[in-house]
């Protein structure tokens, strides 16, 4: 089995790095100056633990790979960036290949079951950070993270047993879980809280906010017929993983939400997350007043260049009330 990892910024790179290392074949898809900095010294892969450089292949483009039986691809790019990828994929590795979206939200699973015959989904608690070309952090370490996965939308089968075997094996904690959507569900509620954390000074108190964008999701869960995995569940399950620590003397600086931020990218993901609560408030006739400023919020903060945490907490709410 070779591991294509398509998006190698900070879990995509975690993955591949970790999988490289414990002897599985792995390819590494990326772009710009990420690529061009991997090919020129390696994938520099840091942890609290150790900081190597890693001769890694990787290639610009699905079209670039030489594909072949036994391939499979674990998806990391950024919702807003599945359609493309998933496009470019399909023309260049045909529709049979495995892919297993290994990514935020809930609405990637449903674009690749579109046109691949064989979709999977992977959760992903994986604290990691990428702000600088070549270079991917892991925040917990040995285990750096929980990836569990199974078929979508339900049940395993042999080639998902086989990929959390794999990744199991590699200093993750990963295992085949046939509900797995509904602990995709129980992360999107964590990951509510990106867009706050992206958007305002932390030394503001915002958990107020976060109890609020949660419960707008938890009462369109409840009309939507979603149960999702429960708190404790998650507790217990997190117990596999490592603490994060500081890399270098230095705390991780914030979630995927902030780094798109931080890095200038232009978009974050925030119509997938925050988004996804909207959408299934306006299907099931549940107000989703938080949700609905905070995508408004991240979203034009994208795309004004605006640094992460330059929101005041009173700006959000007059957003909130208006």
């Not at 390696?42 to 483009?61: C, D, K, W």
Request: proline letters at 6%.
């Amino acid at each position: 089995m070779r591991f294509v990892i398509y998006g190698a910024g900070a879990i995509g790179g975690t993955i591949g790095a970790r999988l490289h290392q414990h002897g599985h074949d792995v390819v590494l898809i990326a772009r710009g100056p990420h690529l061009d900095a991997i090919r020129a010294t390696g994938l520099r892969f840091e942890t609290p633990i150790e900081s190597v450089a890693l001769p890694v292949p990787a290639a610009g483009h699905p079209s670039e790979i030489d594909w072949r039986t036994g391939d499979v691809v674990i998806l990391t790019t950024k919702t807003q960036q599945t359609p493309q990828a998933l496009d470019d994929l399909r023309s260049a590795a045909g529709t049979a290949v495995p892919v297993v979206c290994a990514q935020n939200g809930v609405e990637n699973e449903r674009l690749a079951a579109r046109v691949f015959d064989h979709v999977y989904a992977m959760l992903v608690y994986l604290p990691a950070t990428h702000l600088e070309p070549g270079v991917v952090q892991a925040s917990a370490a040995p285990v750096c993270g929980i990836l569990d996965a199974g078929v979508y939308p339900h049940g395993v089968d042999t080639t998902i047993t086989e990929v959390t075997a794999a990744i199991d094996s590699s200093s993750l904690s990963a295992k085949p879980t046939p509900d797995i959507m509904r602990w995709k569900y129980a992360k999107l509620l964590a990951n509510l809280g990106n867009a706050i954390q992206a958007a305002c000074d932390q030394s503001d108190d915002a958990r107020d906010l976060y109890r609020r964008v949660r419960a707008e999701a938890v009462a369109c869960y409840e009309a939507a017929g979603i149960t999702p995995a429960s708190v404790e569940e998650e507790a217990e399950r997190r117990k596999s993983m490592s603490r994060p620590a500081p890399i270098a003397g230095q705390a991780r600086s914030g979630g995927s939400t902030w780094q798109s931020l931080a890095r200038g990218t232009g978009s974050v993901e925030v119509d997938y997350l925050n988004g996804e609560i909207v959408l299934m408030g306006m299907l099931h006739g549940v107000p989703t007043p938080a949700n609905a400023a905070m995508q408004r919020i991240a979203r034009r903060m994208a795309i004004d260049g605006a640094p992460p945490g330059s929101m005041r907490l009173a700006d959000i709410e007059a957003e909130i009330a208006r």
